[in-house]
């Protein structure tokens, strides 16, 4: 994962790992970056915060030392004083800000929000609306993480709307359902939102076109050059014949199999069936070991002479 300065980024979770799988690269690149990292912490304790950022090769200790990672409470942040106050909050994320030109990362678990009956969701959505128009204005990247299991489904669909990428899943996303601080808080925002939602369909059918056109249209001009190439590199014969891969694989393995055959890359397999990237790697390596080929054109031209379809 890779995010740039201004990213502000909603993390859904529903595990310690899948939690950390995404904080950690995050904190782990600020401090590469010379970047002052920020922990707010609720759901864990610091030394669980601690503890899991250092299993993933990050050397805590001395980034606490040298002050380019603070990690504090939400009660020190999000609830100083006993209450939330989004503007307040805010101008406390100003106050850290360090001068020089220096840019933050901050990232905060927001499962506090559960526990403060007295707290409106309106409040934190207007906060993390108004991020948006905060962040371009200063050198900050946060990552607001959301416990899954915690929130209600109709609150945590108000916070994708707040946020313009958006974690789920181990895979960082474009969030085509971001709604922009003026539409989302003035007297027409039903009527705006509708518009954009009719332009999105439009815009996503021309660009679903525009990819297949491509993709057939390279299908039929490389599909005979890629076999010919690598008909003398494996034992494979160009009518497909002596396949016994429905023997060999899984199906899920030909699912996979089949869908590397049309080209796509191990982020859209893992998108297209809800399961992570290491997980389709590790498919896609059992698959070979099974077929005894060693590279991913091998593997599609096996797929190609078997005759095994992309759908």
Known sequence: MKFKLHDHTCLIYESKKEQFAAVAPFIKEGLENDERCFYMADDNSTDTVLNSLAEKEIDVYSALKSGYLTIITAKESYLRGGFFDPDRMIEFLRTIIPGEGKRIRVTGEMTWFCSCDDIASDDLIYYESKLNSVFPDNKVTALCQYN?????????????????????????????????????????????????????????????????????????SY?????????????????????????????????????????????????????????????????????????????????????????
């Open 148 to 220: 899954k299991s915690v929130f209600s489904s109709s609150f945590l669909i108000n916070v994708l709307e707040t946020h313009p990428l958006v974690i789920y899943n181990e895979t960082l996303c474009n969030n085509c359902y971001y709604v922009p601080e003026e539409e989302l808080f003035n007297d027409n925002a039903a009527s705006a939102k509708f518009d954009r939602m009719l332009k999105s369909l439009v815009d996503k059918e021309l660009r679903e076109a525009e990819i297949l056109d491509a993709f057939d249209a390279f299908a039929n």
């Open 223 to 311: 599909k005979a050059r890629i076999l010919n190439r690598l008909s003398n590199n494996t034992g494979i014969n160009n009518n497909g014949e002596g396949f016994e891969y429905r023997n060999l694989l899984t199906t899920r393995e030909r699912e996979i199999l089949s869908l590397i055959a049309g080209g796509l890359l191990n982020r859209e397999i893992a998108y297209r069936l809800k399961i992570s990237i290491h997980t389709v790697n590790a498919h896609r390596s059992k698959i070979m070991k099974k077929l005894n080929v060693h590279s991913t054109a091998n593997l599609v031209k096996y797929a190609l002479n078997a005759g095994i379809a992309y759908n």
